[in-house]
């Protein structure tokens, strides 16, 4: 299946800094998500996106739907220990109801 | 908020059993769906369920089969299960009617097959 082209594949940051990663796609998007996922654990959804353009902020995590319909981005503001995991960007095309397409995964690693 | 529960966080079988993965979620989801994790593949797509009794092939069917004879339930079976199975298996729901619901997941099973 489709895999979503997800930057970049790992990042190691200091806390307190800021974080940027993105996902594109060839095709349009009905839906983009965002989800995190700690080691052994499942993925949680941190923010859903249903509209171009849409900006959308959950605590220090905001995130936006690329008016183009083919890319999103995530960005995490002062950036502590708990943030270290897997960060994942998932949508819907238009063509493949309910099923999800996922990116391939941003590994986040924070230093003291 | 959405509840999916996967039965075990560790299984270990041996090579040519048959192996049963359960999954329940209490949000009354029309739609279920199960993945396998690998490193550096992501998220693969095994099978998946519209309704009860209903089935659709993912990705990555192959040595897998399904059953959902309630809602609330979606059992991911390995009918044979061999070494290259081993992996995280992940469980999801979503609600139904609209195709751009997000997709809630369980905390995964780690199989290991010896």
């Known amino acids: 299946g489709q895999q979503l082209n997800q930057s970049p594949q790992s990042m190691f940051i200091q806390e307190g800094e800021d974080v940027s990663m993105n996902c594109t796609s060839s095709?349009?998007?009905?839906?983009w998500l965002w989800y995190k996922q700690d080691p052994g654990e499942g993925p949680v959804l941190l923010i859903a996106l249903y509209k171009a353009g849409e900006l959308t902020s959950n605590g220090r995590l905001t995130a936006q739907f690329g008016i183009t319909r083919k890319d999103s981005f995530l960005n995490i503001s002062a950036s502590i220990p708990s943030d270290v995991g897997i960060y994942f960007c998932a949508g819907h095309d238009t063509g493949t109801a309910s099923k999800l397409t996922f990116g391939t995964g941003t590994r986040l690693q924070v230093t003291l | 908020d959405v509840k999916v529960t996967q039965s075990s966080r560790y299984l270990v079988k041996r090579t040519g059993e048959k192996v049963f993965l359960e999954c329940v979620q209490d949000?009354?989801?029309?739609?279920m769906f199960w993945y396998r994790q690998d490193p550096g593949l992501g998220l693969r797509l095994i099978y998946f369920s519209y309704d009860v009794k209903m089935k659709e092939k993912g990705d990555i069917p192959e040595g897998y089969s399904v059953s959902r004879e309630k809602k609330e339930r979606f059992s991911l079976i390995l009918e044979s299960a061999s070494t290259n199975q081993t992996s995280m298996y992940l469980c999801?729901?979503?609600?139904?009617?609209?195709?751009?619901?997000?997709?809630?997941f369980g905390d995964g099973t780690r199989l290991s097959i010896l």
């Open positions: 999801a729901s979503s609600l139904g009617g609209s195709s751009n619901q997000p997709q809630h």
């Open positions: 095709s349009i998007f009905n839906t």
């Open positions: 949000m009354d989801h029309e739609n």
